[in-house]
Each structure stands twice: as structure tokens, then as C-alpha cells.
């Protein structure tokens, strides 16, 4: 949120966030179902049970309902990337963590994710570039583990930038099957990844296998949901 904003803002109270964060995550799921200009705001007034005056109250306006949504999930990766670099660890350990906590965003946030992938192209002005800006943020962090890799030896001489692009892709593309309470839960994924490409980009001191994320840095111990 651009800082004026944020300092005009006037105080709400718990209930008053409370009940905008359950309309953003409904709102998300109509999206997510239909598309961003396929869905009018009267269908999610409808949906969220309210006029559409008091769905303005809570949003302000279909695209501030956008980046809400989008939010949810730069908070979440981003606060996923603090607590990993937080941890420490090896090159390998840091990109299976990073791993661990982007897969389970995805799998607790599937609609919000679907939204997020497909629907940025619908910003404008500041906030298509404070998506950018933040989506760029998240990038680095996973081009600074690889960058710190290459350097240690842990990784061979890749290029940074078009590594971490295959890596978000390899991982971001697991919202259309990645399911919370799936046949196949998101920790033993986010391992199996892990294997794969630390296997595929390991230098010259390879560990024997990617290293497990730790229980209480990436596997939801200690995480906190945005509310």
C-alpha cells in the first residue's frame, strides 16, 4: 500500500479486519472459478452477503480487492523467505527450505495462488508496480541462495537469474495438482523436489543428498497465518 494511503487509513478494529480478510478469501475462490473480469462486483456482493456500498466499505474498489488477494500471498513467501535466511544453513539446506515453505503456501492458499499467477495482468499504475517490486524481492532471495552456492561450491557455474526462474517454475506450477490433504502432501514434494535440483545444478561438493528442511523452520512448526 502506497504510504499516504497507508497514513490516512483511519483505525478499524479486529471484527472490521477480520471480517475483510474472510471476504478477500472468499472473493478470492469466486476469481479463482471464473476469472478477474468475468466476475462483477455485484456476483461477489452476492456471494460475501452484502450490498455492494458495504462491499466497497471493506475493499474499496475491484482492484484493491486484487492486490488484497495477491497480498496474502506475497506476506506469506515473503515471511517464508525472512524465517529461511533467518535459519542459516548450507546453500542446499537454504533452497529445500525455500522450497519447503513456497510449496505449502500454495497448498493452504490454492485460490489466492491461482489468482496471483493469472490475474496481475490486470493492475495498473503503483500497484502493477508494487507487485513487480515485490515479486522481484521474492526473486532475489532465490537467486542469492544460488548465487551463494555457485560461490561455495555446493552449486556449478549456472546463471543465477534463469536458475531461479526454473526453479519458480518447477514449484509454481504444482497449484494446478498440489492439494492440502492430498494423496501426496506438500513437505514430501517439496523434498522431492529438492533432489531433482540439487541433484541437476550440484558442483563439486554435492552432498550426498538434498539435506531435509528443518521441522521448525519450513514445515508450518512456527508459522503464522496472515490474518
Known amino acids: ?61 475491484k482492484e484493491k480487492l486484487l492486490v488484497a488477494i495477491h497480498d496474502r500471498v506475497m506476506d506469506e513467501v515473503l515471511a517464508g523467505a525472512e524465517r529461511v535466511a533467518e535459519a542459516g544453513g548450507t546453500p542446499p539446506e537454504q533452497l529445500t527450505m525455500l522450497g519447503a515453505e513456497l510449496l505449502d503456501v500454495i497448498a493452504r492458499y490454492p485460490d489466492h495462488v491461482w489468482v496471483f499467477l493469472h490475474e496481475f495482468p490486470a493492475f495498473t499504475g503503483e500497484n502493477a508496480v508494487q507487485f513487480r517490486t515485490r515479486r522481484r524481492e521474492y526473486e532475489r532471495h532465490v537467486e542469492g541462495v544460488l548465487e551463494a552456492g555457485v560461490a561455495s561450491g555446493d552449486f556449478r557455474p549456472v546463471d543465477p537469474k534463469l536458475t531461479a526462474r526454473a526453479w519458480l517454475g518447477m514449484h509454481n506450477y504444482t497449484y494446478l495438482w498440489l492439494k492440502a490433504g492430498g494423496r501426496l502432501p506438500a513437505s514430501k514434494v517439496a523434498a522431492s523436489f529438492a533432489d531433482i535440483f540439487i541433484g541437476g545444478i550440484a558442483g563439486s561438493r554435492r552432498p550426498a543428498a ?4 528443518s521441522a521448525g523452520r519450513a514445515n508450518g512448526a512456527t508459522r503464522r497465518r496472515a490474518t
Do not use: C, F
Not at 11 to 35: E, F, N, P
Not at 210 to 213: E, L, N, Q, R
Open 1 to 61: 500500500m502506497p504510504q499516504v494511503e497507508a497514513e490516512t487509513e483511519p483505525a478499524r478494529s479486529a471484527k472490521w479486519h477480520q471480517r475483510r480478510q474472510s471476504i478477500i478469501d472468499l472473493s478470492a475462490k469466486i476469481i479463482a472459478q471464473r476469472g478477474y473480469h468475468a466476475t462483477s462486483t455485484v456476483e461477489l456482493s452476492e456471494a460475501n452477503k452484502l450490498g455492494k456500498g458495504a462491499l466497497y466499505y471493506y475493499i474499496g474498489s
Open 210 to 213: 538434498a539435506p531435509k528442511a
